[in-house]
């Protein structure tokens, strides 16, 4: 199978690496803890007021590539690779792209190992891959084309309240959910 | 349609760049000039003893940025663009990714304007790309899929040796080969 993976949120902890970096540079602004955030992107829940800092904090050189690794995530990719699946890391970049782009690559390298460096796909658009299986945390993910991959929605505060037939956990389950499901 | 363009050949004059460069920072070596490049790989006709040097030119901070543009190429995406085709550039990093990768995004910025920025996907393997042509220089690409996209062979000294089907001069044919083809 080839299955793809998205990377902020699946893999890299975009959401707590955000919450503290807010903490630090925003000490006197509201923030709102992991488990209260109920919309996939920050900005619509923090509030229009907020964008500029936000994205001052999201677009800082070092903020990518500081971001903690989630539990469990290179074990299961290591395991995918081993057992043949053909892995691909599918991730979006940023419009301000100077920082984050190169920071994904160093993330992939220092957090899963630089044999995964060739698997990384960068796209705005994620219907123009092709896949099996897209694991990602985005509940709505449109573009040109109407995928051919299935969506596996990987579980999050911010996206449970949409429906959606097939969700991960965390990765600690991944061989019951993705290829027995 | 849905028409992916390689970025290095049909885009940014990789050839040009790296030749400049290459009697810049070792004058003394040996030089192949454009017209007699028979190889689509630097490598294979410069030889082993120079793969070294080769890299150290083409992985060098700010190579990429400043490769010329191909004559016609910024008109030619305008025009597709304006005709309402879905032009993405699909572009394979070097393993060596630490410039790379930033200086094409910045080179697309600069060369073709930053409205193109989001039509840039970086992939090893272009075979999990969708669309309908794939404009490119290398003429044997191959990835983990048989494409979908019919291949449509920039034209270069370095790759008249195989027979190819469908080519491409330059970009100021563009409308006669792609769309009557």
């Known amino acids: 199978m080839t299955i793809l993976v998205d990377m902020d949120g699946p893999l890299a902890d975009f959401e707590k690496g955000f919450l503290k970096q807010w903490q630090i540079v925003f000490p006197n602004e509201r923030f709102i803890p992991l488990e209260e955030r109920t919309t996939?992107?920050?900005?619509?829940?923090?509030g229009l007021k907020l964008h500029d800092k936000i994205r001052a904090v999201y677009s800082a050189p070092g903020f990518y590539r500081q971001l903690p690794i989630i539990p469990g995530a290179k074990e299961a990719l290591t395991q995918l690779t081993e057992k043949g699946h053909n892995l691909r890391i599918c991730t979006s970049p940023l419009t301000e792209y100077k920082?984050?782009?190169?920071?994904?690559?160093?993330?992939?390298?220092?957090?899963?190992?630089?044999?995964?460096?060739k698997r990384i796909i960068?796209?705005?658009?994620?219907?123009?891959?092709?896949?099996?299986?897209?694991?990602?945390?985005?509940?709505?993910?449109?573009?040109v084309y109407s995928p051919v991959w299935e969506h596996i929605l990987f579980d999050k505060p911010?996206?449970?309240?949409?429906?959606?037939?097939?969700?991960?956990?965390?990765?600690?389950?991944?061989?019951?959910?993705?290829?027995?499901g």
Chains 1, 2 share one sequence.
């Open 40 to 46: 996939f992107r920050i900005q619509d829940q923090y």
């Open 99 to 117: 920082n984050c782009v190169l920071e994904k690559y160093q993330w992939v390298e220092e957090n899963l190992g630089s044999s995964f460096i």
């Open 122 to 143: 960068v796209t705005k658009d994620k219907t123009l891959i092709r896949g099996d299986l897209l694991i990602d945390d985005n509940p709505t993910i449109t573009g």
């Open 158 to 180: 911010y996206n449970r309240a949409p429906k959606h037939d097939k969700r991960l956990d965390d990765w600690f389950n991944w061989e019951t959910v993705l290829l027995n």
